[in-house]
């Protein structure tokens, strides 16, 4: 072995020694020359015959012995986990919820599901309120649609009584019932009748029913087929305008003026309409236009 002295040295020429030393270091050589003829390590690239250091054979077996007693028995080394701090462990055991907080978050959870119920059942009752209301304005558009036809289509045609014996005015109207004879019955499907068709109008406790025959001659055991046209009708008025010849020029609540025939018609009917919840209607209709 090359004694130590100061600093770094040069190996002698010949000999196998280290070619540095560290000055009263107890450790081996770093770099050893080998002798001639020697071969290089993979693992150095100083130049050709360097070899590793090497330990005696005595400290390898005693490190060995040392680590296999610190093997496990399926022969994984055994690391040793860290120990976790007390503070650690109360963290991880308390990372749930604690009651108070699951009683809020359900206390919360069912002040929403009640305002979201009680919005959507404002809703729904919203809803069905604009559909009821959509469904009596149709029924309303209908009904003052029918009797402006009826009106519009008045035909002198007076018809043969019950009895046979004498006829019946053409228009009829009473505070009791209106009816009168008019044109333009459709025939889609060609049926033997004629296009005049009897319409009467009824109002029976606050509803609009409107019948008519299947022929104008009728008999007794002939009856009328009806619609309810509207409920909930407050006040329905018609009102006649006779021509000259008839009389005074004003208006009557009343049909056929004394004195008329039973096919006279007026010039003009008047009708005022009033249902509950929507205002008064009236409409003005030229008879025979």
Same mark, same amino acid.
Request: charged share 25%; glycine share 8%.
């Given at each position: ?12 020429? $010949? ?31 100083? $130049?050709?015959?360097i070899l590793p250091p090497t330990l005696p054979e005595g400290g390898n077996a005693k ?11 399926? $022969? ?20 749930g919820f604690t009651l108070i907080e699951l009683l809020t978050a359900l206390a919360i ?11 959507? $059942? ?32 008045l035909r002198p045609r007076p018809v043969r009584s019950i009895l046979g014996q004498d006829? +019946?005015?053409?228009? +009829? ?79 009557? +609540? ?36």
């Open positions: 072995m090359a004694e130590p002295s100061q600093g770094w040295r040069l190996p002698r020429e $010949g000999k196998q020694e280290s070619a540095c030393t560290l000055d009263g270091d107890r450790s081996h050589s770093l770099f050893a020359f080998p002798p001639s003829g020697g071969r290089m390590h993979p693992s150095m690239g100083l $130049g050709s015959g490190r060995r012995h040392q680590r296999a007693k610190r093997k496990p028995a399926g $022969g994984k080394s055994e690391i040793s986990a860290p120990r976790e701090s007390r503070e650690e462990a109360q963290v991880r055991v308390a990372g959870f069912a002040v929403m599901a009640t305002l979201a119920f009680g919005s959507l $059942g404002q809703a729904v009752a919203q809803s069905e309120a604009l559909d009821a209301s959509q469904q009596r304005w149709s029924a309303l558009k209908r009904a003052v649609r029918l009797i402006e036809n009826d009106f519009a289509q006829y +019946d005015p053409a228009l +009829d109207a009473s505070a009791a019932e209106l009816i009168l004879t008019r044109g333009g019955w459709l025939n889609p499907a060609l049926l033997p009748r004629a296009e005049l068709q009897r319409v009467r109008y009824r109002l029976i406790d606050g509803r609009l029913l409107r019948e008519h025959w299947p022929v104008l001659d009728r008999i007794s055991a002939t009856q009328p087929a009806g619609e309810l046209l509207l409920a909930d009708v407050q006040r329905l008025r018609v009102e006649f305008l006779p021509a000259r010849g008839l009389g005074a020029n004003a208006w009557m +609540d009343f049909w056929p003026p004394s004195g008329a025939a039973a096919d006279s018609l007026p010039v003009a009917v008047r009708f005022s309409l009033a249902v509950a919840g929507s205002e008064e209607i009236t409409r003005l209709i030229e008879v025979g236009s």
